[in-house]
């Protein structure tokens, strides 16, 4: 039977209200990863459940933080109360929302003043600021020098942020983490391992990116043997993880897709190996989330981490997401527990109890109150085009720009077509990497290098009259 929690305070708009919450809220369908052992509708009163949790009625203490611009310009307390639970699944086989307004993809670029005098090719390392991102900055830093700052406000930003990158992993929100990056997450896992025992071993990519290598190459010191898979295609491939992966086999840990390379991971594939075994798999997400769709894969994967500054478009940074699959929810204990790691963070504090989160939110981290306004802010953008045209636009993009580029003899790392993603790496022979970006800079023409490949990474606010003028500027050098 479904209970619930009447609080009457006044809410954080100032307002004074019975705060009713249901500890059973629906949570969509058809999303991998929802618990299996619990209804689908069981999800408790964590902050990780449902926005509300985190605009908890403040005190006197905290009403000082909230400035009189946020409370006219916030939305009223009954629309937030009568808010439904979002339920968009992107990439997902069945959808679970109904179409927005039809808007034209291609005229995203408007959206990013940097499209104006760039051809940005860099969002692998960091994303375009939209104009909706920097409003919400200006408005906030503006009312934080004239009324304190508004950190309940920021919280429940986050809160709407977890929502929409659940909704792009293809998870539950109440699923999903908040942590500090990709090393953290990745830190809290390595944290759940004690001293080996005899034949235990991580299996881990020789090349992978270091907050996906160092943590695992640590576990050495408790005992692990740590394998390496050595690259193929500008990545692991499932056969090559096959000859390392045996019993004593913990965890898998690799990219969605490489940074260098661009090389997309088989994830079905690994994650059926390492599950035959009763390994972990953990995926980092960074250069695939924002980017392409991955709710197919979800189900193979144990923990999928995140950063905000790249296909996320936050290059501010400071909040990081974390997919904990149910298993490993149950599996794993916080490292560093704090109040928001409670079932209500704002009732949290203090001591002596200790009420943790029964949901993924148990393992949040302290969040950037700063980065929360621009996530908010910066993912609004896939509700305003869509998802799924927005996966669609960057993969028609990126195979405009392989073919391009062989065209004119810069041929790409040849990739079958299944590995390929927004990431379009061409080997940079003996070209001296900083002298070719620095020409490209001058003419217009933002990308980085990475591990001798001249990286070229699309995301959906570049347009095909950048592609021309890549490929026209490296016919020239």
């Not at 944290?191 to 990116?209: D, L, T, W």
């Not at 953990?282 to 709710?295: E, K, R, S, T, W």
Request: proline content about 5%.
């Amino acid at each position: 039977m479904c209970s619930r929690l009447s609080i009457h305070r006044p809410c954080l708009f100032g307002c004074s209200v019975e705060w009713a919450l249901s500890d059973r809220l629906t949570q969509p369908t058809h999303i991998h990863g929802s618990r299996s052992s619990t209804p689908p509708s069981e999800i408790g009163t964590s902050a990780g459940d449902h926005p509300l949790e985190i605009a908890q009625p403040v005190g006197a203490d905290d009403s000082a933080f909230l400035s009189a611009g946020t409370r006219a310009a916030s939305t009223t307390c009954a629309s937030i109360l009568s808010s439904p639970i979002p339920s968009k699944v992107y990439g997902s086989k069945v959808s679970t929302t109904e179409p927005g307004p039809v808007v034209n993809i291609r005229d995203a670029r408007t959206l990013f003043p940097a499209t104006d005098t760039s051809a940005y090719f860099n969002t692998a390392a960091v994303g375009l600021a939209s104009q909706t991102l920097t409003a919400a900055y200006h408005r906030y830093v503006d009312e934080w020098s004239v009324s304190g700052l508004d950190y309940v406000r920021a919280e429940a930003a986050a809160e709407t942020a977890r929502t929409s990158v659940a909704a792009l992993m293809g998870a539950h929100r109440s699923d999903v983490a908040l942590i500090a990056s990709v090393s953290a997450a990745a830190g809290l896992v390595a944290a759940q391992f004690g001293p080996a025992r005899s034949g235990q071993n991580v299996v881990i990519g020789e090349r992978e990116y270091s907050s996906n290598h160092f943590p695992w190459r640590l576990l050495a010191d408790k005992g692990y043997e740590v394998r390496q898979v050595p690259f193929r295609n500008g990545g692991i491939e499932p056969e090559d993880i096959a000859r390392h992966v045996d019993r004593g086999t913990q965890l898998v840990a690799f990219s969605g897709v490489q940074t260098a390379s661009g090389h997309r991971s088989d994830i079905a594939a690994i994650g059926d190996l390492a599950r035959a075994v009763g390994a972990l798999v953990f995926v980092d997400g960074a250069q695939m989330i924002g980017a392409l769709p991955v709710a197919a894969d979800l189900e193979y994967i144990d923990v999928l981490a995140t950063s905000d500054h790249k296909f996320l478009m936050n290059a501010g940074r400071g909040i990081g997401y974390c997919y904990l699959s149910p298993g490993a929810q149950d599996r794993f204990s916080p490292v560093n527990a704090g109040w928001k790691a409670g079932t209500v963070p704002f009732d949290s504090f203090f001591g002596p109890t200790m009420d943790l989160s029964s949901t993924a939110s148990r393992f949040d981290n302290s969040i950037s109150w700063l980065a929360a306004i621009g996530n908010e802010a910066a993912l609004s953008v896939f509700d305003e085009f869509g998802a799924d045209a927005i996966f669609r636009r960057n993969s028609e993009l990126a195979g405009l720009l392989r073919t391009a580029l062989a065209e004119i003899g810069r041929e790409p790392i040849d990739l079958p077509v299944a590995n390929r993603s927004t990431i379009v790496s061409v080997p940079l022979g003996d070209a001296e990497p900083a002298e070719l970006l620095g020409k490209l800079k001058q003419e217009g023409i933002i990308c980085s290098a990475r591990d001798g490949n001249l990286r070229l990474a699309i995301h959906f606010y570049n347009h095909e009259d950048d592609i021309e003028q890549i490929t026209s500027a490296l016919t020239e050098l």
